[in-house]
């Protein structure tokens, strides 16, 4: 009897170190695994890097202009594979953008993307966010995101329903894990993704690239460090299933 009382015990105690729900563990491994296969296992195995925020990803010039977003767009696509893919980046009006970091409310559109029906593809940002670096570039991978997902929209999993939450994964799955999931924070929004699944999912991506996690930790504040940490401990405990998404390499 005190034994089956211990061993509930020690199970609820787990059940609360545990960062996200075994339903969003799962879904963060099957989308992965839909993205690895459908945008190509080589791409992301042979040529995704984990990008961080430091000069050697980002040379830019520090600044606000149109200048200086159009030459941290470039460089973002660069990352992402896609910078030979037509698309201009334009300013969004500049009503009510005198906001930052502490002001700075889910309820505002940070960005957007749209093809229209004759010329190439149009992202939109707001100026105001270059101010809080990391959640601008974030901004513009999402953005980005949604331009390498237009083609396969009708074929991913989820639907429509889904769509804005895969777009968020992918930013994770394109490298820019570390730079969204601080630059999320640093404005305090949720985005599509709440934190701890963005922390799973970067967990996910760091095993699958076999990455040192110290890598990342410099560039995240103590909490997500923390979060990160949780998450590398359940994505671990699920090593059956990692080697399941490490065997999409065809090595």
């Not at 009006?93 to 190439?120: L, N």
């Not at 967990?203 to 460090?225: C, I, Q």
Request: aromatic share 10%; charged share 25%.
């Amino acid at each position: 009897m005190v034994r089956a009382a211990g061993a509930a015990h020690r199970r609820m105690i787990w059940r609360r170190r545990t960062l996200v729900s075994d339903e969003i563990a799962d879904w963060v491994t099957d989308r992965f695994s839909w993205l690895v296969t459908t945008l190509g296992p080589k791409t992301f195995f042979d040529h995704t890097k984990l990008i961080l925020p430091t000069k050697s990803f980002f040379k830019s010039s520090g600044g606000t202009d149109e200048a200086t977003a159009s030459a941290i767009f470039d460089e973002v696509r660069e990352h992402m594979g896609i910078n030979h893919w037509p698309v201009r980046l334009v300013p969004l009006g500049t009503v009510g953008d005198d906001f930052g970091a502490a002001t700075y409310e889910t309820s505002q559109v940070a960005g957007t993307f749209y093809t229209p029906e004759d010329g190439p593809a149009i992202i939109t940002y707001r100026p105001g966010l270059m101010r809080t670096p990391k959640a601008f570039i974030g901004t513009l991978a999402h953005e980005l995101a949604h331009y390498i997902l237009a083609p396969h929209v009708h074929e991913a999993p989820g639907g429509e329903a889904e769509h804005e939450q895969l777009t968020d994964l992918t930013v994770i799955y394109a490298g820019l894990g570390v730079i969204d999931l601080q630059g999320a924070r640093d404005v305090g929004w949720q985005g599509y993704l709440r934190s701890d699944t963005r922390a799973y999912a970067l967990a996910t991506f760091l095993r699958l690239k076999d990455l040192d996690p110290e890598l990342a930790t410099p560039f995240l504040d103590g909490y997500l460090k923390k979060r990160l940490t949780r998450a590398l401990r359940q994505r671990d405990e699920r090593a059956d299933e990692l080697e399941i998404l490490k065997s999409l390499s065809g090595r």
